[in-house]
């Protein structure tokens, strides 16, 4: 048997850009992706600590030290700049691998989204 269970997950971040006119997606500071393990194109469920919005999206490699987290395309009508939002990735495994995995979480500054 297989269970999908939490891979990765960036805990609290700010919405820095709400780009409605994009083709759609989430763009993450590449430093923040490296910390919990996403990949660009990587998709990811994102919740709205704000407003209660869940929506399912995948990764844009962001430029890094920027602290940007953006969402594109018709996500952007979900949030609003200065949101504060958890993005979550899961994985596929067997359950009992499952049973021994530890995910990848980091509680990033949320004043400037950066890894503290």
């Known amino acids: 048997m297989h269970i999908q269970v939490m891979k990765s997950k960036l805990h609290k971040v700010a919405v820095t850009e709400a780009n409605l006119q994009y083709v759609g997606s989430i763009t993450i500071d590449e430093d923040l992706m490296d910390a919990v393990n996403i990949i660009e194109n990587e998709k990811v469920q994102v919740v709205n600590v704000n407003n209660g919005e869940r ?38 495994m067997d359950f009992e691998e499952a049973k021994k995995f530890k995910p990848w979480v980091v509680f990033p500054d949320v004043e400037t989204n950066t890894v503290v």
């Open 55 to 92: 929506l399912e999206t995948y990764v844009i490699k962001g430029e890094r030290a920027s602290g940007v987290i953006a969402l594109n395309g018709p996500a952007a009508r979900k949030v609003a700049i200065g949101d504060i939002v958890i993005i979550i990735s899961y994985a596929t």
